[in-house]
């Protein structure tokens, strides 16, 4: 099958060579943090003096309740305490949640870590799989982004740039579509940056309804990886999956994961929204902010929950 403006699928010789010219080798001799050690501190400082206006914009979408087809295990919240028939008018009471979420859901915002992606056996750098158990330590677990991750983050916006109100489920965007959305903008993404890949998805299920996303979404062709590594890219975020479904890629369901999370490093922002920082963006004529992304501190785990904050 065919993908985004003609790029054919890849077959696994193929993959396997585009993997090793994006690969990151891991420092050796030293704990690794993957592409987050592109955000130095000078570039932190430097991403500051984005802000201009002292705008704050959510990227995050409302975390969903209800049982969807896109979402068939969704999160659970109840109240706990305070509820309607235990409230006592005499007396101190507290409302309380209970909170759980199948945290790699189709549908929430979330933040994949580098223990996420397992491939041949091993994750980043070449560390065993083994680590990625419960008791396996904090090697390339969440906890590496523990201090948040701060940085320029930078919105392409591809249907803008094809002049459609979003990519149907099964189209790829590809690394020519990238140049062409950043010479669009007027925007340029740099070493550290946070990248953001608008396909529209959000909008999308918003104005029509949820649908299989696990069979047909609009993602990145495994090709526009290489714009990535380029540009030395520290973390990629999507109003998808960031991958596209059907895959690309002959026997790897999920390939941008596998070479951006276990070749590159790079962590993953999965279903985020964009809607309302387009129109921010549109209104000061610049698609590029301060932004502040902060999981919770959750032991071992493979990804968190996230708000990302753009700050313009």
């Given at each position: 099958?065919?993908?985004?403006q003609?790029?054919?699928?890849?077959?696994?010789a193929?993959?396997e060579?585009?993997?090793?010219?994006v690969?990151?080798?891991a420092p050796e001799?030293?704990a690794?943090r993957g592409?987050?050690?592109?955000?130095t501190p000078d570039r932190?400082?430097r991403?500051?003096?984005?802000?201009?206006?002292?705008?704050?914009v959510?990227?995050?979408?409302?975390?969903?309740?209800g049982?969807s087809?896109?979402?068939?295990e969704?999160?659970c919240h109840?109240m706990t305490?305070?509820?309607?028939g235990?409230?006592d008018?005499?007396?101190?009471q507290?409302?309380?949640?209970?909170?759980?979420?199948?945290?790699?859901?189709?549908v929430?915002?979330?933040?994949?870590?580098?223990?996420?992606?397992?491939?041949?056996?091993?994750?980043?750098g070449?560390v065993?799989?083994?680590?990625?158990?419960p008791?396996?330590?904090e090697v390339?677990?969440?906890?590496?982004?523990r201090?948040?991750?701060?940085g320029?983050?930078?919105?392409?916006?591809?249907?803008r740039?094809?002049?459609?109100?979003?990519?149907e489920?099964?189209?790829?965007?590809?690394a020519?579509?990238l140049?062409?959305?950043?010479?669009?903008q007027?925007?340029?993404?740099?070493?550290g940056?946070?990248?953001?890949?608008?396909?529209?998805h959000r909008?999308?299920?918003?104005?029509?309804g949820p649908?299989?996303?696990?069979?047909?979404?609009a993602g990145?062709?495994?090709?526009a990886?290489?714009?990535?590594?380029?540009?030395q890219?520290?973390?990629l975020?999507?109003?998808?999956n960031n991958?596209?479904?059907?895959?690309?890629?002959?026997?790897v369901?999920?390939?941008?994961?596998v070479?951006?999370?276990?070749a590159?490093?790079?962590h993953?922002?999965d279903?985020?929204?964009?809607?309302?920082l387009?129109?921010v963006?549109?209104?000061?004529?610049?698609?590029?902010f301060l932004?502040?992304?902060?999981p919770?501190?959750?032991?071992h785990?493979?990804?968190?929950?996230v708000?990302?904050?753009?700050?313009?």
């Amino acid at each position: 099958m065919a993908g985004a403006q003609g790029l054919p699928a890849l077959g696994a010789a193929e993959f396997e060579a585009l993997y090793g010219r994006v690969r990151r080798p891991a420092p050796e001799g030293a704990a690794s943090r993957g592409a987050l050690d592109l955000i130095t501190p000078d570039r932190v400082v430097r991403a500051a003096q984005e802000v201009s206006a002292g705008l704050r914009v959510s990227l995050a979408a409302p975390v969903e309740t209800g049982v969807s087809p896109d979402d068939p295990e969704p999160a659970c919240h109840r109240m706990t305490g305070a509820v309607p028939g235990t409230i006592d008018r005499g007396a101190l009471q507290f409302a309380m949640d209970h909170f759980g979420m199948n945290v790699h859901s189709d549908v929430n915002s979330h933040l994949d870590a580098l223990c996420h992606v397992v491939y041949h056996g091993t994750l980043f750098g070449g560390v065993e799989a083994a680590c990625a158990q419960p008791r396996g330590g904090e090697v390339l677990t969440v906890a590496l982004a523990r201090d948040g991750i701060v940085g320029r983050g930078v919105l392409l916006d591809i249907p803008r740039l094809r002049g459609v109100r979003w990519l149907e489920p099964g189209d790829r965007v590809t690394a020519e579509e990238l140049a062409g959305a950043e010479a669009a903008q007027g925007v340029r993404v740099g070493a550290g940056d946070l990248l953001f890949v608008r396909v529209g998805h959000r909008r999308r299920r918003i104005e029509l309804g949820p649908w299989e996303t696990a069979v047909a979404r609009a993602g990145l062709h495994p090709d526009a990886v290489e714009f990535l590594a380029e540009r030395q890219v520290s973390v990629l975020g999507s109003d998808g999956n960031n991958d596209a479904a059907p895959s690309a890629v002959e026997g790897v369901a999920f390939p941008v994961h596998v070479l951006a999370i276990h070749a590159m490093g790079v962590h993953l922002l999965d279903y985020l929204q964009f809607e309302d920082l387009m129109p921010v963006c549109e209104e000061l004529g610049r698609w590029s902010f301060l932004c502040v992304i902060a999981p919770l501190r959750l032991p071992h785990a493979t990804g968190s929950p996230v708000n990302p904050i753009a700050v313009l």
